[in-house]
Nanobody, 115 residues
Framework: QVQLVESGGGLVQPGGSLRLSCAPS????????MGWYRQVPGKERELVAT???????NYAEFVKGRFTISRDNARSTVYLQMNSLKPEDTAVYFC?????????WGQGTQVTVSS
């Protein structure tokens, strides 16, 4: 079973930056959309950003101008560059891949923004 492996989370001060990465543990063919979601305890998982296989991106309003999603199709990897982080960005971040074979989720990586 192929799994998505996320990395790059951690503790950062307000105004700081982090870069999340997500890559599959094996091969996933015919990947379409890739994206990042986040979740805090007691709330539903929410969309942060998505990117199509053609490179078209979509962002939640609360991250526009601060976060940038990108992908490396050769490595089936998706990235999330997070700048100007705020305490309210604290959450577990999950990557998501949609392929012809189905959908995949990562295990989540904790991002904590605190002074």
């Amino acid at each position: 079973q192929v799994q998505l492996v996320e990395s790059g989370g951690g503790l950062v001060q307000p105004g700081g930056s982090l870069r999340l990465s997500c890559a599959p543990s094996g091969s996933i063919f015919s990947i379409n959309d890739m994206g990042w979601y986040r979740q805090v305890p007691g709330k539903e998982r929410e969309l942060v950003a998505t990117i199509s296989r053609f490179g078209m991106s979509n962002y939640a309003e609360f991250v526009k101008g601060r976060f940038t999603i990108s992908r490396d199709n050769a490595r089936s990897t998706v990235y999330l560059q997070m700048n100007s982080l705020k305490p309210e960005d604290t959450a577990v971040y999950f990557c998501n891949v949609r392929a012809n074979s189905g959908g995949y989720w990562g295990q989540g990586t904790q991002v904590t923004v605190s002074s």
